[in-house]
T-cell receptor, first 115, second 114 residues
Framework: NAGVTQTPKFQVLKTGQSMTLQCAQD?????MYWYRQDPGMGLRLIYY???????DKGEVPNGYNVSRLNKREFSLRLESAAPSQTSVYFCASSEARGTLNTEAFFGQGTRLTVV | AQSVAQPEDQVKVAEGNPLTVKCTYSVSGNPYLFWYVQYPNRGLQFLLK??????LVKGSYGFEAEFNKSQTSFHLKKPSALVSDSALYFCAVRATGTASKLTFGTGTRLQVTL
């Protein structure tokens, strides 16, 4: 099983460039998440989507936009990249309703450097 | 707002000794609690969870955790540490119910020495 797939794995951007991080899950999960991981900060939630067609801001949404394209896919867009957005980005998915199987499954991460 | 505190940035133990990684949480209502492990240059892997029922939960690789509602804690434990347990450990909380987000602590780096 593929689980959660993120692309790309690595990316270098110049300040001001835009890009979209792609995420897809094949577990039929309702909820999907985007986190960023920075040293000493743990994982901070950027945006999440509780179900297809809905998105909500997390702790650090500024500078990002998301799209829940369908149940499988949840993309993260940086419209104008800044050096402060240099980080490792993780996508995750979980099942939130009507089940005890609520643990989140994570992708392998995207290492983004903005110069 | 919900939150997770992992008070120790790093925990060092000798192989064969018991280990504890601490976690306290704050959430409205009843919590779902999780522990994840991250090895270098990898994503997070699920270790164990508390949803309901017994306060002591057992998970992968011999890890267990005890839910203490009065102390709002969910400490991760292992009776006998291995060098291969060395990694970054994250505690996470979510409130029960629909559309609830998952909040992580800042992580604790576990170092197991020979």
């Amino acid at each position: 099983n593929a689980g959660v797939t993120q692309t790309p794995k690595f990316q270098v951007l110049k300040t001001g460039q835009s890009m979209t991080l792609q995420c897809a899950q094949d577990m039929n999960h309702n909820s999907m998440y985007w986190y960023r991981q920075d040293p000493g900060m743990g994982l901070r939630l950027i945006y999440y989507s509780a179900s297809e067609g809905t998105t909500d801001k997390g702790e650090v949404p500024n500078g990002y936009n998301v799209s829940r394209l369908n149940k499988r896919e949840f993309s993260l867009r940086l419209e104008s990249a800044a050096p402060s957005q240099t980080s490792v980005y993780f996508c995750a998915s979980s099942e939130a309703r009507g089940t005890l199987n609520t643990e989140a499954f994570f992708g392998q991460g995207t290492r983004l450097t903005v110069v | 707002a919900q939150s997770v505190a992992q008070p120790e940035d790093q925990v060092k133990v000798a192989e064969g000794n018991p280990l504890t990684v601490k976690c306290t949480y704050s959430v409205s209502g009843n919590p779902y609690l999780f522990w994840y492990v991250q090895y270098p240059n990898r994503g997070l892997q699920f270790l164990l969870k508390y949803i309901t029922g017994d306060n002591l939960v057992k998970g992968s690789y011999g890890f267990e955790a005890e839910f203490n509602k009065s102390q709002t804690s969910f400490h991760l434990k292992k009776p006998s540490a291995l060098v291969s347990d060395s990694a970054l450990y994250f505690c996470a909380v979510r409130a029960t119910g629909t559309a609830s987000k998952l909040t992580f602590g800042t992580g604790t780096r576990l170092q197991v020495t020979l």
